[in-house]
T-cell receptor, first 114, second 113 residues
Framework: NAGVTQTPKFQVLKTGQSMTLQCAQDMNHEYMSWYRQDPGMGLRLIHYSVGAGITDQGEVPNGYNVSRSTTEDFPLRLLSAAPSQTSVYFC?????????????FGQGTRLTVV | KQEVTQIPAALSVPEGENLVLNCSFTDSAIYNLQWFRQDPGKGLTSLLLIQSSQREQTSGRLNASLDKSSGRSTLYIAASQPGDSATYLCAVAAGFGNEKLTFGTGTRLTIIP
């Protein structure tokens, strides 16, 4: 099983450039989320979705956009990259309700903005 | 706002010892608590999930407990092995699902052969 797949694994951007981080899951999960991980700060929630067509902001949404047109895909768009967005980005998915299934994470995208 | 704290930030123990990792959270209104393992440069792997109505969960040499009223969870690792070396993260879920997790900053565990 592929699980949660993130592309690319590494990316270097120049300040002001835009790009899209891809996330796809093959488990038919309703919930998908994006986190960023910075040294000493743990993972912080950027945006999340509870189903196709439904998204909402997390703790640190500024500078990022998301959309969810299908159950499988949840891309994260950086509108105009800034050095403060240098981080490791993780996508996660989990099933809706039930006995509280665990969250599954992708392998991460390491982004450097210069 | 939920805050999750993990102490210590780093821990080194000799192989074979039993050890306990700690996690505390400020808001007891949680859906579940999960413990994850993260190897360097890798993603997160779920180890154990404890529902808000449960007190503990076990998987192999791992046992996690949850005391919602005091806002605490522990991860007990029995008979530690060098392969257990990793960063361990705890996360609490708000609401009714796992779409919004609040993470601690993790404990970096080193098992000394």
């Amino acid at each position: 099983n592929a699980g949660v797949t993130q592309t690319p694994k590494f990316q270097v951007l120049k300040t002001g450039q835009s790009m899209t981080l891809q996330c796809a899951q093959d488990m038919n999960h309703e919930y998908m989320s994006w986190y960023r991980q910075d040294p000493g700060m743990g993972l912080r929630l950027i945006h999340y979705s509870v189903g196709a067509g439904i998204t909402d902001q997390g703790e640190v949404p500024n500078g990022y956009n998301v959309s969810r047109s299908t159950t499988e895909d949840f891309p994260l768009r950086l509108l105009s990259a800034a050095p403060s967005q240098t981080s490791v980005y993780f996508c996660a998915s989990s099933a809706l309700g039930g006995p509280g299934p665990e969250a599954f994470f992708g392998q991460g995208t390491r982004l450097t903005v210069v | 706002k939920q805050e999750v704290t993990q102490i210590p930030a780093a821990l080194s123990v000799p192989e074979g010892e039993n050890l306990v990792l700690n996690c505390s959270f400020t808001d007891s209104a949680i859906y579940n608590l999960q413990w994850f393992r993260q190897d360097p440069g890798k993603g997160l792997t779920s180890l154990l999930l404890i529902q808000s109505s449960q007190r503990e969960q076990t998987s192999g040499r791992l046992n996690a407990s949850l005391d919602k009223s005091s806002g605490r969870s522990t991860l007990y690792i029995a008979a530690s092995q060098p392969g257990d070396s990793a960063t361990y993260l705890c996360a609490v879920a708000a609401g009714f699902g796992n779409e919004k997790l609040t993470f601690g900053t993790g404990t970096r565990l080193t098992i000394i052969p």
